[in-house]
């Protein structure tokens, strides 16, 4: 991911904006994805039963307007969560309002997304006296889309954002993404927001099929603390001006462009990851040998939600038996004397005890930006990987601090 | 909880000795608990996979003596586990030592225990060199077993007991306790280590009977950090010296007896939490109105172990909307529009959205050493209650600190 997204990364058809509206105290706080002409779009969203109301909004929007989207607003500052009729009212006041100022759209082809506080009215005001100038100052430039990527920051240290192409038919077909999320980052559809834009042309439900595929291993493959939030949403968009000819069943091409989606999926979860709340480095955990996948995930989760675990790779300290101990609670039957654990790679755990290993070697290894774990558990076929971060002190002072 | 154990708290024909055997750097290391005649025994382990060689010699003594005890040892600064073959001769090893010291006793009549460091081969030579002194000490007084609440403890910052009375059949009997335990503690026999002596008489079904109800809505209730550790056992010695009658049927005896031992395991469970890694207050998390015990429970655990809630709480922060966020990924169907939360006794969040409350005075009564929070799902008739702590940056140090 270079600093700076460029033309050249720029799906054709669609165009950003932003603006500072109010609801952060200062910053851009609202933001506007469009195409051009109504594009295929699909969706997937929070699986906590505590579901915010641009959420619960744009889920029925998306089924309105089978599927053809034209517009996606964002808000940061406020997540319009736990705030009754009035936060409904506010969300679909929001899409009503950008359907308007973008020429007489029905409101079902805008989805609105928000992230920030939970429980505190949304001013919507504030948003609404934004929309026209948000629209009027829309460009289908570089510099418009990485705005859009600051734009719908909360906690995270930078913006993240990811592109690919692959080639349909001859045609080139591009996929552009950024996501925001740096705390609250759990698997299934988990506490951030990601938007995809892409120009090829696909129907709706491969369009569906493929963000499924790709949000499996990536997006739901990540955690940051094990808790999953009331707003995250991942959207994307496929508007078809590519001029590459449609996906409609899964052959080549389909494959071609759920392996660039993946790609570009893979890159922003990581970069999620990377920003995670106070986080030094990015742990990849590996299970294999595992009686089943089901089993491989699970485990790979509960090491990668131990806050042990996770204060241990903070200090880069190689205390295995930790790692051992949070897999053993995982709910799943193995023969922890069977088990080999490798830390960066070295292999510190045989067969359930220790293997010798330079302890000042493996921390040194262990004070590395990405530090890969494997937990081979000897007891199947089975494999999972999960990302995460190591937890600091920092992540406590983030979410510690007084919300005024 | 008083500062020192007096005389009369003391259970007849129970003795404490202590030493510094050479396993931590410094300190008590190395504790009996013996009674002068075979005891009724009962026993809980750790349900995780990984259990310490310990764990595994207990269990089966336990039913090799047909729950018939002398005594049980316990070493601090080396968990012995996940350390082999070696590991387990090491354990049975230290009961034979114990045994013989003890007066030609079986080595299943003694239970063995270790807490500390995971993976590091335990040097059990120094604990069999350390036994002859150890029993040769042994005293049944108050200020031998305060040594014994010291010897036990890890990262503890202050010693753990408590006590209860009861009448039985017009004779005074005495129950005793300490533990052990303050991180890496959660549900399920859950990390740490609590010895329990009575001059009850029960035999030892009821004895387990007992214990079981006890542990349930005591340590069972408590976690720290959502982990489960390979060697957390609590373990009760009843050897009938008070001279009151056996009991041996679930009469109005055995409930007197079962309430005063929850009692003691209750004072214990909350010490812990409130001796949690880096705590600085213990958090009470009530759930009412959900549709079954089960799912009460799941909710109560699953907020207690949110990383998010329990940061909120260690900046005294009435962020209700993680509570109710994490309450939503229990995955305990429930409508987030009926929940009422109450944060230290105040209404913050009613039916699913903000109740306008005093900001600066609950900040200020969240600051207390316990703070309640209930959270009512009027979507039924159960309830459960857990105890936890605040997650502080102290955590984050304590636990990322490099071994060595």
Redo the contacts between chains.
């Keep these: 991911m270079t600093a700076h997204p460029s033309v050249s990364d720029l799906p054709r058809g669609f165009s950003f904006s932003t603006t500072a509206c109010g609801l952060k105290k200062s910053g851009l706080d609202l933001a506007l994805l469009a195409s051009d002409v109504p594009a295929a779009a699909a969706a997937m969203f929070t ?5 915010a109301a641009p959420v619960l909004v744009s889920h029925v929007h998306l089924q309105k307007s089978r599927h053809k989207i034209r517009g996606i607003i964002v808000n940061s500052g406020n ?1 319009n ?4 009729s009035d ?1 409904y009212a506010a969300a679909a006041a929001t899409t009503l309002k950008v359907a308007r100022e973008l020429g007489r759209l029905h409101p079902s082809q805008i989805l609105v997304c928000s992230t920030g ?5 949304l001013r919507v005001e504030k948003i609404l006296r934004a929309v026209p100038r948000l629209v009027r100052t829309h460009r289908a430039d570089a510099r418009a889309f990485a705005q859009f990527t600051r734009a719908i920051m909360t906690t995270d240290t930078r913006p993240k954002w990811a592109a690919a192409k692959c080639r349909i038919g001859g045609k080139q077909v591009y996929i552009l993404g950024c996501c925001k999320g740096a ?2 980052i ?1 698997p299934n559809m988990a506490t951030m927001l990601a938007f995809l834009a892409t120009d090829a042309a696909i129907s709706p439900a491969f369009l569906t099929r493929a963000l499924r595929r790709a949000v499996a291993s990536t997006f739901n493959a990540i955690t940051v ?6 707003n995250d949403t991942v959207a994307i968009l496929a508007n078809g001006r590519s001029g590459a000819r449609k996906i409609t069943k899964e052959d080549a091409a389909f494959m071609q462009f759920t392996s660039a989606l993946e790609k570009v999926c893979r890159q922003l979860a990581l970069a999620i990851v990377a920003d995670g709340e106070g986080a030094q480095r990015v742990i990849e955990i590996e299970v294999r040998g595992a009686p089943s996948p089901r089993a491989a995930d699970q485990v790979a989760r509960t090491v990668a ?4 675990v996770k ?2 790779l ?4 190689p ?4 790692i ?7 709910g ?3 023969d ?2 069977r088990v080999d654990i490798r830390l960066a790679g070295i292999l510190v ?1 045989r ?4 293997h010798p290993f330079n ?1 000042r070697v493996a ?1 040194k290894k262990m004070l590395a930006k990405f530090v890969p774990v494997v937990v081979d558990l000897r007891s199947g076929r089975s494999s999972a990987r999960i990302w995460t971060c190591d ?3 920092d ?10």
Excluded: K
């Design positions: 699986q906590n039963r505590v579901q997540a969560c736990c705030t009754g936060g506080v939970i429980g505190v009215p705390g609250m759990h603390d094990g808790d999953t939030s009331t939600n131990s806050p042990l204060t241990a903070a200090g880069a300290d205390n295995w038996g930790r051992l101990a949070a897999a053993g609670h995982a799943v039957a193995f922890f004397e755990c067969r359930g005890r220790e302890e921390h937890f600091t002190g992540y406590v002072s983030i979410n510690a601090s007084y919300r005024t």
